[in-house]
């Protein structure tokens, strides 16, 4: 008799690879297997108010289905370190939860102690004890930022350069709220109002302008740049980021501001109706 190829996973029958009718048989007369009840995170997520390439993401990363360090380091295709941290094999909670940089993360984003310092010893419990600790809409921002991390993780992971946490951390605040706001039916027709550029003039003597800017194409994304300028019109400093993603506009004017206050605070200026600017 002859048999014939397939895969066989392991659950209750075998893993040869190779199916006959007399192991066919044998599969067939084995106890009935326990039913498990689905997780109450599936559902959850499901009616989460985020895109859906994030729900997807939460899926996968309650199943431990992402390539994480420990993975790689199994297949015996790297030390799966972490490479935020380098200091231990890289796990789903460690990357998501107990990272250094995981941690700043959570706190910059406002979660309470009990998400950042749960004892869940899987990913899969920490998720839906988090769900159960926060509002649908924190969760699903708590989801949102996990996956701005996992994409500040490959970046680093691929050659680029990752963004500071503290921009991780914005961008995924305003792309949660930008898509509440578009998900909200009952919101009024918003009014387009066209600026005209002014005409730039140097500030008064004594102080710092810092003026900023963001720009998106289609093409390359979005990307922001900030310059300090005296009252002679002399560049102090500045910076610039690119390669912020296919977001918006608006989103890029927003992170531009929120980059612009970060480097006026790191530069020590102070406010005009201070002493010493």
């Not at 002859?2 to 659950?11: A, E, K, N, P, W």
């Not at 998106?216 to 300028?229: E, K, M, N, T, Y």
Request: net charge positive; glycine share 12%; proline share 7%.
């Amino acid at each position: 008799m002859g048999s014939l190829t397939v895969y066989c996973g392991g659950g209750g029958g075998h893993n040869s690879g190779t199916y006959s009718v007399r192991s066919g048989y044998f599969y067939l007369c084995r106890p009935p297997l326990p039913v498990c009840r689905p997780s109450p995170l599936w559902k959850a997520i499901k009616q989460l108010p985020t895109l859906p390439k994030v729900r997807i993401f939460a899926w996968r990363l309650g199943q431990d289905c992402l390539s994480i360090g420990s993975c790689v380091w199994v297949a015996g295709l790297g030390d799966g370190l972490c490479p935020l941290c380098s200091s231990v094999v890289e796990t789903p909670l460690h990357a998501f939860r107990d990272c250094t940089d995981a941690v700043q993360a959570q706190r910059l984003g406002g979660f309470p102690d009990a998400v950042i310092s749960s004892s869940a010893s899987t990913m899969l419990d920490w998720l839906v004890a988090s769900a159960g600790l926060l509002s649908r809409s924190d969760f699903a921002k708590l989801l949102l930022l996990l996956w701005n991390m996992w994409n500040r993780r490959n970046s680093l992971v691929h050659g680029s350069q990752p963004q500071p946490v503290w921009a991780t951390v914005t961008s995924a605040t305003l792309l949660h709220a930008v898509y509440l706001a578009a998900n909200d039916q009952s919101r009024r027709p918003v009014s387009t109002t066209v600026f005209s550029p002014g005409v730039w003039s140097p500030p008064p003597l004594g102080t710092v302008a810092v003026p900023v800017d963001g720009a998106f194409s289609l093409d390359q994304g979005a990307g922001i740049g900030v310059v300090a300028r005296d009252s002679t019109g002399s560049v102090l400093g500045g910076m610039a980021q690119h390669s912020l993603g296919p977001v918006s506009a608006e989103y890029a004017e927003a992170v531009a501001i929120l980059a612009g206050l970060q480097f006026t605070r790191d530069r020590g200026y102070r406010s005009p109706q201070g002493t010493g600017h």
